[in-house]
C-alpha cells in the first residue's frame, strides 16, 4: 500500500500511446525500445567513425582540428561500445528470453523497464556532452594520468565518468533480472541442458556483467574522487601508479569484450542450424566452450599492457593464457562449420550474415592470436593492427551477429519479413566496404601507423591504404543505409510473416508474429532440445492466432502491470547526474543534483512498496 | 499458545540441516564465538614477538569468522547450494582476481 | 499473540524452475557481485599500502581498542537481526520490532564510531616529547625529530588525515566510506521495515522481506570483518 502524502497520478492500468510505452514493463515493448534506440546510437557512432576516415583519407588533412578528433575517437568507442553493441544484445535478451524458456515475462518486470530508461538517461548525458563543453576525448579507456584534472580539466571526462556510472547501473539491473529469469523461470521440463544456445550466452554473459562491472564502477569512483574532490588514487605525486587505473580497467574491460561477443555467438548458434535444418554440432560443447571463455576471460586482462614494463613473468604467464582462451574460441567455429556440414544451407539474409560473421570473427581471431605474443605484439601495441583487429571481432563479429538476429526475429517482432532483395544488397555492401575499411588496417598497423593520430605526413607510405579504407567507409555507410530503410520499409508493408517462416527450432517460433502480449497461451511442457522443432515432428503446429485453442483463459492470465516509478528513478538519475557534474563550483547545480537524487530514492522507495499487480487490476491511490 | 521452530521440526541443539532451522541458542552460541575470536584476534595483534607471522593466523582466524556468519546467520548451511554458488562465485572470483593483480604490483616479493 | 506455524525459509516451495523464491535469489546474486565492489576498493587500498610519501600513516592513527569495540557492537547486531528474524517466524511480533530496532540502534552505533574515528583522523596531531626514545616513536613522528633542539622540547602539529592528505587517507576513507554507506543504506531499511510493520506491513508470512534485510545486513558485517583484519589490524605493517 503506498503511503506517501503527497497526491500522486494513479498506476496506469491499460495506457495507450505514448504513456504506454512510458509506463511498459512488458520485455517485448523494452526490447523494441532498447534495439530503437541503439540502432540510433549505432548511426550516431557511424558518423563520428565517418568524419575519422574523412579526416584520415588523405594526408595533412585538415577536416577536423586535433582537438575534435580524440573527442571522436573517444566518443565513437565509447558509443559502439555501450550505447550500440551492449544495448542491441540487451534488445535481443529483453524480447527472446521469456519466449525461448516458455515464460510470460522477466522476474522483475518493472526493474527491466528501469535498466532500458537508465540507459537512455545514460546515452542522452554522453551524447549531450558534445554539446555541452566537449566529448571526452581520453580514449573510451580513459587512461591515467590524461583523465586527471591536471591534463584534462573541462568537463568531457566528467561526463564520460557520469555516462558510464550511469550505464553502469542499467547493464547490471538487466543483468541480474536475466540471471534470475533464466535459471528460475523456464518451462516444465526445459532443463539447462535444453536451452536454446542464446539463453545459454545471455546466462554467461550477465554473470559476467555483474562481476565486471563492479569494478569499472570503483575505477571510475576514484577517477571522479581524484577530479571533484583532489583525492590521490592516480597523482603520481603521491605516490599513485597510474598503470592502476589501467589495471582496474582492464579487469574489467576484457570481461566485457567477451560480453560484447557472447551473445552474438549465441545469435550465431540459433540461426546456422534454422538455415542448415539441422541441430547444431556439438550442443554441450558449444555449452561448454561458453562457460570455459567466461571462466578464462578474467585470466587474461594485462594483454592489454604487455607495453607497459610489467616483466617478462607477467607477460609470459598472460601470454600463455590468451593463447589458451583462443581453444574454446575455435571450438565454437569447427562446430559452426560441423553443423553447416552436408546440411541443407538456406543462404537467406540471416545466414548470409552468419556465414559473415564467421568469416570474418575467424579473421579478427587470427589477429587476436597474433597479438597474444608478447613479443610480437609490442609491435603491434597502439597500431592500426590493433584497430583492424578490434574492428574485425566486433563489426565483422558483433554487428553482423547482430544484423542476422534482426533479419531472423524481424518477422517474429512484427509479423512482417523483411525485404530479401535489399537484405542481400544490404549484406554484400556491408561485407565488401568492411573488408575494404578496415583489412588495410593490418598493412598500416604493421607499417607502423599508430593509432589515434589525426592526421600524417605523405612520406609515411601510408596514403593509399588510408584512402582505400575511407572508400570503404563509404560503402560500409551506404550498407547501413539499405538497412534502415528495409527496416522501416519492411516494418511499414513487409510481406506477412506467419508465426514460423523459418522452419525455426524453439519455442519462439511456437506462437504468432507478433506474440500476444501473454507470449503463451498455455505455457508449454518441454521433453528436448529445439522443442518446437521436437513439436514440429510429433505433429504439432504453430499457433495460427493468439490464444488458441486449449490454451488458458486469456481474462485468467495476469501480467505484470504498468508503472511510471522506474522511469521516474531514471529520470532523477539524468538530473542528479547533471547536477553533480557541476556540483563542486555551483550551488544551483549541487541543489539539482540533491532533487535528482531525491527523486531516485523517493521513486524506488514507493517503487518497493506498490504490488506487482494492484489487487483488483485498478489502480488505488 | 506459540509455537517454537524447535518443536514443529523436533530438533536437538545443533539445528536440523533438512529441515533448516536453527535455535535461537545456536546463534547466540554463534555470536559468542565471534566474540571470542576477535577477542583472540586483538590479543595476538598485540603479541609482537610474533611479527609477520601474525598474518596467516589472523587470515584463519577471520575466515573462520566469516564462515560462521555466512553458514549459520545468512543460513547457507541448511539452504539451497544455489544460493552458496552465487555467492562464492563472486568472492572466490574477487579473491583470486586481487591476488593476481597485488602480485602484478609485486606486494608479496 | 499470533500463533503462526514456524516457516522454515530457504526450503524449495515456491513456484518456479528451482523452487527458490525470485528476490532471493537476486540478493545472492547481488551480494555475489558486491563482492567484486568491495574486492577492488580492497585491492586498491592493499597495492597503495605502505606507498604514501606523506603521514600520518595507518599505526600513528588506528587505534585498536577502539575498532575492536565498534567491530564487536557491529557483530552483536548481525546476532540481534538474526534473533530478530527468529522471532518474526515464530510469530513474536515483539520480540521482532525489539529485536530489528536494536539492530537498527546497534547499526547506528557502529556509524558513530566511524564518524568518531574519522573525525578522530582528521584532528590527528603530532605530539611526543623529545625525551622519548627512538624506538618508541613511530616512523612519522620520527620525521620530525629534528625539531628536538634538546630534550625538554615537546613537538605538537595538527598533520589530520583526510582523503586528500596522502594515498593512505585516500584508499583508507573510501573504502570504509563506501563501508559505511552500505551500513547507513542497512539502517534505513531496517528501520523502514520496522516502522511499516507498525501498518501491519510486515507479518510472519511475509518474512521474506526481512530475510532479505537480514541478508544484506551480515554481508555488511563480514565486508567489515575483511576489513578489520586485513587493513586495522594488518595496519601495523607499513607495507605487507
Not at chain 1, 555501450?82 to 544495448?87: D, E, Q, T, V, Y
Not at chain 1, 562457460?291 to 613473468?313: D, Q, Y
Request: proline fraction near 5%.
Amino acid at each position: 500500500m503506498t503511503t506517501l502524502a503527497i497526491p500522486l497520478p494513479s498506476r496506469p492500468v491499460h495506457p495507450s500511446g505514448v504513456w504506454g510505452w512510458l509506463t511498459t514493463v512488458d520485455h517485448k515493448r523494452i526490447g523494441i525500445l532498447y534495439g530503437v534506440t541503439a540502432f540510433i546510437m549505432f548511426m550516431t557512432g557511424g558518423l563520428e567513425a565517418l568524419y575519422m576516415r574523412a579526416q584520415l583519407s588523405v594526408p595533412n588533412n585538415d577536416l577536423v582540428s586535433p582537438d575534435v578528433f580524440n573527442q571522436l575517437f573517444t566518443m565513437h568507442g565509447t558509443t559502439m561500445i555501450f550505447l550500440a553493441i551492449m544495448p542491441m544484445g540487451a534488445a535481443f535478451f529483453n524480447y527472446l528470453i521469456p519466449l525461448q524458456i516458455g515464460a510470460r515475462d522477466v522476474a522483475f518486470p518493472r526493474l527491466n523497464a528501469f535498466s532500458y530508461w537508465t540507459f537512455l538517461a545514460g546515452a542522452i548525458m554522453l551524447t549531450s556532452s558534445w554539446f555541452l563543453g566537449g566529448a571526452p576525448n581520453a580514449g573510451w579507456f580513459g587512461y591515467s594520468p590524461l583523465t586527471g584534472e591536471a591534463y584534462n580539466p573541462g568537463h568531457g571526462i566528467d561526463f564520460w565518468i557520469l555516462s558510464l556510472q550511469i550505464l553502469g547501473i542499467a547493464s547490471l539491473a538487466a543483468a541480474f533480472n536475466f540471471i534470475v529469469t533464466i535459471v528460475n523461470m523456464r518451462a516444465p521440463g526445459m532443463s539447462l541442458m535444453r536451452m536454446p544456445l542464446f539463453t545459454w550466452m545471455t546466462l554467461i554473459t550477465s554473470f559476467l556483467l555483474i562481476l565486471a562491472f563492479p569494478v569499472i564502477t570503483v575505477a571510475l569512483i576514484e577517477l571522479m574522487f581524484d577530479r571533484f574532490f583532489g583525492t590521490n588514487f592516480f597523482v603520481p605525486g603521491a605516490g599513485a601508479s597510474p598503470v592502476l587505473w589501467q589495471h582496474l580497467f582492464w579487469i574489467f574491460g576484457h570481461p566485457e569484450v567477451y560480453i560484447l561477443i557472447l551473445p552474438a555467438m549465441g545469435i550465431i548458434s540459433e540461426v546456422v542450424p534454422t538455415f542448415t535444418r539441422k541441430p547444431i554440432f556439438g550442443y554441450p560443447v558449444m555449452v561448454l566452450s561458453g562457460v570455459i571463455i567466461g571462466f578464462m576471460g578474467w585470466m587474461v586482462w594485462s594483454h592489454h599492457m604487455f607495453t607497459v614494463g610489467l616483466g617478462p613473468v607477467a607477460n609470459s604467464v598472460f601470454a600463455i593464457t590468451t593463447m589458451a582462451i583462443a581453444v574454446p574460441t575455435g571450438v565454437k567455429i569447427f562446430n559452426w562449420m560441423g553443423t553447416m556440414w552436408k546440411g541443407s544451407i538456406d543462404l537467406r539474409t540471416p545466414m548470409l550474415f552468419a556465414i559473415g560473421f564467421i568469416f570474418m570473427f575467424i579473421i579478427g581471431g587470427l589477429s587476436g592470436v597474433m597479438h597474444s605474443s608478447a613479443a610480437s605484439d609490442a609491435q603491434q601495441q597502439d597500431t592500426y593492427f590493433v584497430v583492424a583487429h578490434i574492428h574485425y571481432v566486433l563489426f565483422g563479429g558483433s554487428i553482423m551477429a547482430l544484423a542476422s538476429g534482426i533479419y531472423y526475429w524481424f518477422p517474429k517482432m512484427t509479423g512482417r519479413m523483411m525485404n530479401e532483395g535489399l537484405g542481400k544488397l544490404n549484406f554484400w555492401l556491408v561485407f565488401i566496404g568492411m573488408n575494404m575499411t578496415f583489412f588495410p588496417m593490418h598493412f598500416l598497423g604493421l607499417d607502423g601507423m599508430p593509432r589515434r593520430i589525426y592526421t600524417y605526413d605523405p612520406e609515411m607510405g601510408w596514403n593509399t591504404w588510408n584512402a582505400l579504407s575511407s572508400t570503404g567507409a563509404a560503402f560500409l555507410a551506404l550498407g547501413v543505409l539499405v538497412f534502415a530503410v528495409n527496416l522501416v520499409r519492411s516494418a511499414r508493408n513487409g510481406e506477412e510473416a506467419g508465426a514460423d517462416p523459418w522452419d525455426g527450432r524453439t519455442l519462439e517460433w511456437s506462437i504468432p508474429s507478433p506474440p500476444p502480449e501473454y507470449n503463451f497461451a498455455q505455457i508449454p511442457t518441454v521433453h528436448d532440445r529445439d522443442p518446437f522443432w521436437a513439436q514440429k515432428r510429433e505433429g504439432v503446429r504453430a499457433v495460427p492466432v493468439a490464444g488458441g485453442s486449449g490454451g488458458d483463459d486469456e481474462h485468467s492470465i495476469h501480467l505484470p502491470q504498468p508503472s511510471y516509478w522506474p522511469l521516474l528513478s531514471s529520470v532523477g538519475l539524468l538530473i542528479g547526474a547533471y547536477g553533480l557534474m557541476y556540483a563542486t563550483s555551483s550551488l544551483v547545480a549541487l541543489s539539482v543534483a540533491v532533487i535528482g537524487v531525491s527523486i531516485t530514492m523517493v521513486s524506488i522507495y514507493a517503487w518497493s512498496f506498490e504490488p506487482v499487480n494492484e489487487p483488483d487490476g485498478a489502480s488505488e491511490h | 499458545m506459540r509455537m517454537m521452530a524447535e518443536e514443529t521440526h523436533g530438533q536437538g541443539a545443533n539445528g536440523d540441516i533438512h529441515t533448516g532451522h536453527p535455535t535461537p541458542l545456536i546463534y547466540f552460541k554463534v555470536a559468542m564465538s565471534l566474540c571470542a575470536i576477535t577477542a583472540a584476534e586483538v590479543a595476538i595483534f598485540y603479541v609482537e614477538a610474533l611479527g609477520h607471522g601474525i598474518i596467516p593466523i589472523l587470515i584463519v582466524l577471520s575466515a573462520a569468522k566469516f564462515i560462521l556468519v555466512a553458514m549459520f546467520y545468512m543460513h547457507l548451511r541448511y539452504d539451497s547450494r544455489l544460493f552458496s554458488g552465487f555467492f562464492v562465485a563472486g568472492l572466490v572470483l574477487a579473491i583470486l582476481v586481487f591476488i593476481a593483480l597485488l602480485a602484478l604490483f609485486r606486494v608479496f616479493f | 499473540m499470533a500463533h503462526a506455524p514456524a516457516i522454515a525459509h530457504g526450503a524449495e516451495h515456491e513456484d518456479t524452475t528451482t523452487g527458490l523464491n525470485h528476490r532471493k535469489l537476486l540478493m545472492w546474486a547481488f551480494l555475489g557481485s558486491d563482492c567484486m565492489f568491495f574486492g577492488t576498493l580492497l585491492g586498491t587500498y592493499l597495492v597503495y599500502q605502505g606507498k604514501s610519501k606523506v603521514g600520518p600513516f595507518p599505526e600513528d592513527v588506528f587505534s585498536i581498542p577502539v575498532t575492536s569495540t565498534s567491530t564487536f557492537v557491529l557483530l552483536m547486531s548481525s546476532m540481534s537481526m538474526v534473533l530478530a528474524y527468529a522471532a518474526l517466524t515464530r510469530g513474536s511480533m515483539k520480540g521482532f520490532r525489539i529485536w530489528l530496532f536494536s539492530t537498527a540502534i546497534l547499526g547506528m552505533t557502529f556509524l558513530a564510531f566511524q564518524v568518531f574515528e574519522f573525525r578522530e583522523f582528521a584532528n590527528h596531531e603530532v605530539h611526543f616529547e623529545c625525551s622519548t626514545p627512538l624506538s618508541e616513536l613511530t616512523e612519522y613522528e620520527k620525521t620530525f625529530v629534528s625539531q628536538c633542539t634538546d630534550a625538554s622540547v615537546v613537538v605538537e602539529e595538527q598533520h589530520g588525515l583526510t582523503p586528500r592528505t596522502n594515498l593512505f587517507g585516500t584508499t583508507f576513507l573510501t573504502l570504509t566510506g563506501f563501508h559505511g554507506a552500505h551500513v547507513t543504506l542497512g539502517v534505513v531499511w531496517l528501520l523502514s521495515l520496522f516502522f511499516y510493520s507498525f501498518k501491519g506491513g510486515v507479518r510472519p508470512e511475509t518474512n521474506l522481506d526481512v530475510d532479505l534485510a537480514a541478508l544484506y545486513w551480515h554481508f555488511v558485517d563480514v565486508v567489515w570483518i575483511v576489513i578489520f583484519t586485513v587493513v586495522y589490524l594488518f595496519g601495523v605493517f607499513p607495507g605487507i
